[in-house]
């Protein structure tokens, strides 16, 4: 069967995703943990007496902790799974990918196992976290001279 | 390449799988099923291993036989290296093949095995293939505990292993004949619709076995694809009706059949090598043997995919080996 009329017909028979119940779901979940996280700044802010900057630090913290705790404990995957972008987004989905595969590869060593594959999934966010970080600096850098 | 045997039959088989297959609809013909997914291993590559050496055991048990009556063990699996098979295999006196086809494994085993039997070479071949569900979305996919959404068209890796007895001594099942399939380009890059990949090559295989057979559609009370999913077997209906002028009408997919659709979520189905072998072992020749079923074809389909060649932006190739089974 010739390439165009195959794809045709596999288009036919496969179903459509939700795109707008996912982004609905992703939108609310989201907005919670964006809740979550000035609650934790707000918390951190008033009991420790620290500034905003300081208790944005420690609200990342807390977040990660909880999102590798609840991974390792074996039910995030379904709140990802559920959630989607809602949770993979935010420094939760960082986490969540990094630990999982440090979890994957624990038996196959420290240093082989988790050491290297620990970033598999989330390396390429740090990568094009940095590459695009320098970039707008030096845009910004550019502009701001002009 | 078609194949015509008078000579082969199957003994016996024994199913082993973990717990997702032990909640689905055919956990009552399965010999042993595990509550968990290491199998009192360490991890789940030694499980996988662990339940091909548990089927061959069980297999041996329910024949009165030990592995030293065996002459050839052909083995088969999803693992890279086919380290699954490898790895029982030395727990084997027999001669060894290790086979890949991905998940059209078993017919592809049958067949060799079949082979050997009909020319003479070898009277008790034991076959066995497996996968495991944490295992190949290890290699294949991402991490387990990773949540990620996956579409709808994914299919779930079945967990288990399943041997089969072939020997030249009479039996009520007989391998009549089997279809070397050959490799097709689905054309399609998108790993999460293996149903597609596979549809292609299944039905390029059921026609090449009927021409070569003589026979018609109509000669098999069930015609019984690998693992091509709830769409993929919608997709192979229209396929065959189009490109060869085939209707299928008993016609069923064992990826659909092995869990329940409603309750377990496993998206379009089940897929893996043990798949197929698992329901046709434990559920179709319990029918056959019943007088429900007498000719079933069993086509076992294969998604003959790399990571690093998806990755290369290569289309996936695929491929069907067809098996015909006899009640007798």
């Known amino acids: 069967m010739e390439k165009t009329k195959y794809k045709n017909l596999v288009n036919k028979h496969t179903p459509k995703e939700d795109v707008f119940y996912n982004a609905i779901i992703a939108f609310i979940t989201g907005g919670i943990m964006g809740i979550i996280g000035q609650g934790l700044i707000d918390f951190y802010a008033y009991y420790l007496t620290i500034s905003t900057k300081e208790a944005t630090v420690c609200m990342l913290v807390t977040l990660i ?43 196959e060593g420290m240093v082989l196992g988790v050491g290297a594959n620990m970033l598999k999934l989330s390396g390429a966010v740090i990568i094009f976290g940095v590459v695009s970080a320098w970039t707008f600096s030096v845009i910004r850098m550019l502009v701001g001279a002009i | 390449m078609t194949f015509k045997y008078n000579n082969v039959y199957v003994t016996d088989t024994a199913t082993v799988t973990g717990p997702y297959e032990a909640k689905g609809p055919l956990s009552k013909y399965f010999d042993h099923s595990y509550e968990d997914l290491y199998f009192g291993q360490k991890t789940w590559e030694q499980a996988e291993s662990k339940s091909i050496s548990d089927a061959v055991d069980i297999l041996l048990d329910k024949v009165g036989m ?39 494994t078993s017919t592809l085993g049958l067949t060799i095995g079949a082979n050997m039997i009909e020319s003479s070479e070898a009277s008790k071949i034991i076959c066995t293939t497996s996968s495991h569900n944490n295992a190949a979305e290890k290699q294949y996919r991402y991490p387990v505990e990773y949540g990620g959404p996956k579409p709808k068209t994914t299919t779930f890796t079945s967990t288990g292993s399943a041997a089969i ?83 299928l009408k008993n016609y069923n997919d064992t990826g659909v059949m092995l869990y329940d659709l409603e309750k377990q979520p496993v998206y379009a189905g089940a897929s893996g090598p043990a798949t197929a072998p698992l329901v046709t072992y434990g559920y179709i020749l319990d029918q056959m043997k019943k007088g429900k079923l007498n000719k079933v074809l069993l086509v076992a389909t294969g998604a003959l995919m790399s990571p690093t060649m998806t990755n290369q932006k290569l289309s996936i190739p695929a491929i069907a080996h067809a098996v015909s089974l006899e009640a007798i």
């Open chain 1, 65 to 107: 902790f909880i999102s590798c705790l609840f991974t390792s404990l074996g039910f995030f995957d379904k709140w990802v799974n559920f959630a989607k972008c809602g949770l993979i987004i935010p420094i939760t989905g960082f986490a969540h990918a990094t630990m999982s595969a440090a979890l994957e590869y624990r038996k």
């Open chain 2, 66 to 104: 030990t592995r030293f009556d065996i002459d050839t063990f052909i083995s088969g699996d999803l693992l890279n290296q086919i380290t699954a098979s490898s790895y029982a295999g030395a727990n084997m006196p027999a001669s060894y093949i290790g086979v890949y086809a991905a998940c059209a």
């Open chain 2, 165 to 247: 007895l072939l020997s030249n001594q009479k039996s009520d099942i007989k391998v009549t004949s089997a279809t070397l399939g050959t490799v097709i380009d689905s054309t399609i890059t998108d790993i999460y619709n293996m149903g597609a990949v596979m549809t292609p090559a299944a039905a390029d295989t059921i026609y090449k076995h009927l021409k070569e057979t003589g026979r018609t559609i109509d000669y098999y009370d069930l015609i019984l694809t690998g693992d091509l999913g709830i769409y993929g077997k919608k997709m192979l209906r229209e396929y065959l009706q189009l490109e060869y002028g085939l209707v």
